[in-house]
């Protein structure tokens, strides 16, 4: 799983109005919830007991239940959770029931791929500007959206109120391409670069390293091939 460079907490208000904070390891489990409700519903199922939510989303049911208890009590006792009302709320709690105007910088292979990702759209995020200080890429246009100048990104961000940025640009570029974002008021930056990012507080960051994930499923792969437990 993607990690997280600084540790933080959600608050949620449960139906009391009492102001509670969500562990960070809760937090990273709603939208593997959100995904297995909105893959329940799509299959017509209008409600579902812990135990069935907990199998669609890989955890146990004991730690499903406490991680919906920090949201408040959508459950009913005999009955189970209502999949779209449940969908909503957890979708509210995380934010994507509004439009995030997201931007991407470094258009590369991996810049690309972000790019034509249709799962954006459908969690609440819109891509706004795709930037690149290659002048080569410029007026490019990739999922139908122009590549910009690096430049840019000031009056980007300005002007689409952006706070999320997404950096897909070599490990030597990262940090200043992440201090420009934070300089430009962005405060929470997704790092596909293989490098730890220094930020602010205040500023979050979340790193996807790919070859960390595949040296991960490499190692359990080698215990099994020595017929050692995983």
Known sequence: MPGNERATHVTARTPTDAVRDIPEATVARLPVYLRALTALADGGTVSCSSEQLATAAGVNSAKLRKDLSYLGSYGTRGVGYDVEYLRYQIAREIGVTQDWPVVIVGIGNLGHALANFSGFRSRGFRVVALLDADHTLHEQQVAGIVVRPFDD??????????????????????????????????????????????????????????????????????????????
């Open 153 to 230: 990104l000031e009056q980007i961000v300005r002007e689409n109120d952006v706070a999320i940025g997404v950096i897909s640009v070599p490990a030597f570029a990262a940090q200043d391409v992440a201090d420009r974002m934070v300089s430009a008021g962005i405060s929470s930056i997704l790092n596909f670069a293989p490098i730890v990012l220094t930020v602010p507080p205040g500023v979050d960051v979340r790193k996807v390293d790919l070859s960390i994930e595949l040296q991960i499923l490499a190692y359990h792969e080698q215990r099994k091939a020595h017929g050692e437990p995983v």
